[in-house]
């Protein structure tokens, strides 16, 4: 009888946890409400596929989404690729909007993006791509990542 109440009580416990990370995350899923655009001033690539320098608009694929999955969209709308992200968060919300990229010599990776005024960002799952200019590629020489950041703004 003892255990059965353990158990039940631990069945809610983790109920109550799931319910309250759901909640959050809804809350915050709302960062991308608004895309952000960039003139981001290098090539740089999104899960696989390469982009040249250029303006960009980052943003969920349809304006009732979540931010889960993330279109990347040149300004002219010749380029795009959708990623799936997950939430990474910081106690200072970020004055303006920011990307991240991770750099390997002459390569550029989008990694997060960041919209003004959230404590909420999405970071992009890394690419094959990123994790073997990471190792080295073909040279089999480890690459130092450099984190770039691009200013961006809302739409």
């Known amino acids: 009888m003892k255990n059965q109440i353990v158990k039940r009580l631990v069945q809610i416990s ?5 319910a309250t990370a759901s909640f959050v995350g809804s809350a915050h899923g709302q960062s991308l409400s608004n895309p952000v655009r960039a003139n981001i001033p290098f090539d740089f ?10 303006e ?8 009732s989404s979540g931010d889960a ?4 969209s040149s300004a002219d709308g010749n380029r795009n690729t959708f990623r799936l992200t997950s939430g990474v968060w910081t106690s200072a919300p970020k004055e303006s909007s920011i990307l991240v990229f ?4 002459d390569q550029y990776f989008l990694s997060q993006v960041w919209p003004a005024g959230a404590s909420v960002g999405r970071e992009l799952l890394e690419s094959r791509a990123e ?6 590629g073909t040279d089999k020489v480890a690459m130092k990542e450099r984190t ?8």
């Open 14 to 18: 983790v109920l109550a946890i799931i």
């Open 45 to 54: 690539t999104v899960a696989n596929k390469k982009f040249p320098a250029g």
């Open 56 to 63: 960009y608009f980052i943003s969920r694929p349809q304006s």
């Open 69 to 72: 999955v993330l279109l990347v």
């Open 102 to 105: 991770h750099q390997y010599g």
């Open 131 to 136: 994790r073997e200019a990471r190792a080295g």
């Open 148 to 155: 770039v950041s691009v200013t961006a703004s809302p739409q």
